[in-house]
């Protein structure tokens, strides 16, 4: 049997391991579109930094990892699937068979429609060659904009910080981080990133990009000018299927799937940042673009195509942001639920804040900011959909008392 995978990110090399280990005797085919080495985007921070070098962003640090395994990796792209007849076109004009298909294409980087976006100076941080670009140009010193202070341009600030750069953030959400933190968590790290030498803009749009001598006229809608030496976007991120236009496989947000992360077509399987797969934190299926959901579908994918029929129960919407050495963390449903209650603490002198959203005595979500030590506990519980019982009421009047209603809520008698 021809297993054919499409991207070789986290979830597309989980799953050729998978396959490799579970079909001894399959052929396995990976295809990325980029001319590197399977690596992860995660680590290109600490590239920017100097903690890694080039190899220390390999997926698979073994050279021979791929050829020793029998998995054949191709750099090319693809251009369109025939799900009819079982065949995919590449842009070299080459077209290969297969027999069960994975979808693991990731996503891209999202640009504004901004006028100059497509100046040159004018770069993203998703790739290894955007990331040679930047390290090229921020020597100590470097005048740079950073448009975008979500969670991928709050992990590039602290790179960037760390490469001694003169940096501006331009934010249209009235606070950092809008999709994991609230108003008051957000404000903190706004604050804490000020008072670490960043200047931060929120609520505040770019209206143009304009070359100007040695450099960038940034123009906001605040009628104030930056001059820099580099723009660096990181304004969200979109999946990768436009190749899929045409076809009978059903898209939306990405490629529709089912809890198997199987999609319409039954020999088709999507994994990753394209897969709109299940939301353990919403109960609906959505994209997910973190890492660990990549390679825990790309393992699942990789058994179902081979017809385990293991069901993908939903990972729990996470995300943890260290910022210039603030540590700030949202699970689950941490806006809250429609009838439910929350509590919250609250020391901004101290960069410290904590809340809870519960659903019943159920806890369904939290966020924190500074509040490091019961991260894990946090996670525990809305994973676990523990019933606090008293606990909850108790949780309600001193948040800081989860190490307490985690001990009395799991406590197994005997």
């Given at each position: 049997?021809?297993?054919?995978?499409?991207?070789?990110?986290?979830?597309?090399?989980?799953?050729?391991?998978?396959?490799?280990?579970?079909?001894?005797?399959?052929?396995?085919?990976?295809?990325?579109?980029?001319?590197?080495?399977?690596?992860?985007?995660?680590?290109?921070?600490?590239?920017?930094?100097?903690?890694?070098?080039?190899?220390?962003?390999?997926?698979?640090?073994?050279?021979?990892?791929?050829?020793?395994?029998?998995?054949?990796?191709?750099?090319?792209?693809?251009?369109?699937?025939?799900?009819?007849?079982?065949?995919?076109?590449?842009?070299?004009?080459?077209?290969?068979?297969?027999?069960?298909?994975?979808?693991?294409?990731?996503?891209?980087?999202?640009?504004p429609p901004v006028p100059g976006m497509d100046l040159d100076g004018v770069c993203s941080c998703w790739t290894l060659a955007d990331a040679r670009r930047?390290?090229?140009?921020?020597?100590?010193?470097?005048?740079?904009?950073?448009?975008?202070?979500?969670?991928?341009?709050?992990i590039i600030l602290e790179a960037l910080k760390k490469r001694g750069v003169d940096l501006h953030v331009v934010e249209t959400g009235d606070r950092m981080?809008?999709?994991?933190?609230?108003?008051?968590?957000?404000?903190?790290?706004?604050?804490?990133?000020?008072?670490?030498?960043?200047?931060?803009?929120?609520?505040?749009?770019?209206?143009?990009?304009?070359?100007?001598?040695?450099?960038?006229?940034?123009?906001?809608?605040?009628?104030?000018?930056?001059?820099?030496?580099?723009?660096?976007?990181?304004?969200?991120?979109?999946?990768?299927?436009?190749?899929?236009?045409?076809?009978?496989?059903?898209?939306?947000?990405?490629?529709?799937?089912?809890?198997?992360?199987?999609?319409?077509?039954?020999?088709?399987?999507?994994?990753?940042?394209?897969?709109?797969?299940?939301?353990?934190?919403?109960?609906?299926?959505?994209?997910?673009?973190?890492?660990?959901?990549?390679?825990?579908?790309?393992?699942?994918?990789?058994?179902?195509?081979?017809?385990?029929?293991?069901?993908?129960?939903?990972?729990?919407?996470?995300?943890?942001?260290?910022?210039l050495g603030l540590v700030s963390c949202s699970f689950g449903a941490w806006m809250g639920v429609n009838g439910g209650e929350s509590a919250e603490l609250?020391?901004?002198?101290?960069?410290?804040?904590?809340?809870?959203?519960?659903?019943?005595?159920?806890?369904?979500?939290?966020?924190?900011?500074?509040?490091?030590?019961?991260?894990?506990?946090?996670?525990?519980?809305?994973?676990?959909?523990?019933?606090?019982?008293?606990?909850?009421?108790?949780?309600?009047?001193?948040?800081?008392?989860?190490?307490?209603?985690?001990?009395?809520?799991?406590?197994?008698?005997?």
């Amino acid at each position: 049997m021809h297993h054919i995978i499409i991207g070789a990110g986290p979830a597309g090399v989980t799953a050729a391991e998978t396959l490799r280990k579970q079909a001894p005797d399959d052929t396995i085919t990976l295809i990325g579109d980029e001319p590197e080495a399977p690596y992860s985007r995660m680590a290109i921070p600490y590239l920017l930094v100097g903690n890694i070098d080039e190899p220390g962003t390999h997926l698979k640090q073994a050279g021979d990892y791929f050829s020793r395994n029998r998995i054949d990796v191709r750099q090319q792209r693809v251009t369109a699937v025939d799900a009819a007849s079982k065949t995919l076109q590449l842009d070299n004009g080459d077209s290969l068979s297969y027999d069960r298909l994975l979808i693991a294409t990731g996503s891209r980087a999202a640009r504004p429609p901004v006028p100059g976006m497509d100046l040159d100076g004018v770069c993203s941080c998703w790739t290894l060659a955007d990331a040679r670009r930047i390290i090229d140009s921020t020597s100590p010193g470097a005048r740079v904009v950073l448009i975008g202070a979500g969670f991928i341009g709050c992990i590039i600030l602290e790179a960037l910080k760390k490469r001694g750069v003169d940096l501006h953030v331009v934010e249209t959400g009235d606070r950092m981080v809008p999709r994991m933190l609230n108003e008051k968590a957000g404000g903190l790290i706004k604050r804490w990133c000020e008072q670490n030498g960043v200047k931060v803009f929120t609520s505040t749009q770019v209206q143009a990009i304009e070359a100007a001598e040695n450099g960038f006229r940034v123009k906001l809608n605040s009628n104030a000018t930056l001059l820099t030496d580099l723009v660096i976007t990181a304004t969200g991120v979109k999946p990768n299927m436009d190749f899929l236009a045409g076809s009978p496989i059903k898209t939306d947000q990405g490629v529709v799937v089912d809890k198997t992360l199987q999609s319409s077509d039954p020999d088709i399987f999507a994994a990753g940042d394209v897969a709109q797969g299940f939301d353990f934190s919403s109960g609906q299926f959505s994209v997910q673009a973190i890492q660990p959901t990549a390679t825990e579908h790309g393992r699942i994918a990789a058994m179902n195509m081979l017809g385990a029929g293991i069901k993908h129960h939903g990972c729990i919407n996470m995300n943890v942001l260290d910022t210039l050495g603030l540590v700030s963390c949202s699970f689950g449903a941490w806006m809250g639920v429609n009838g439910g209650e929350s509590a919250e603490l609250y020391s901004p002198n101290e960069f410290r804040y904590l809340n809870l959203q519960f659903d019943a005595d159920v806890l369904v979500g939290a966020s924190s900011v500074g509040w490091t030590q019961h991260i894990g506990i946090l996670r525990g519980l809305i994973e676990s959909r523990i019933r606090l019982g008293v606990w909850k009421d108790r949780l309600l009047q001193d948040p800081g008392k989860l190490m307490e209603a985690y001990m009395a809520s799991t406590q197994v008698i005997g």
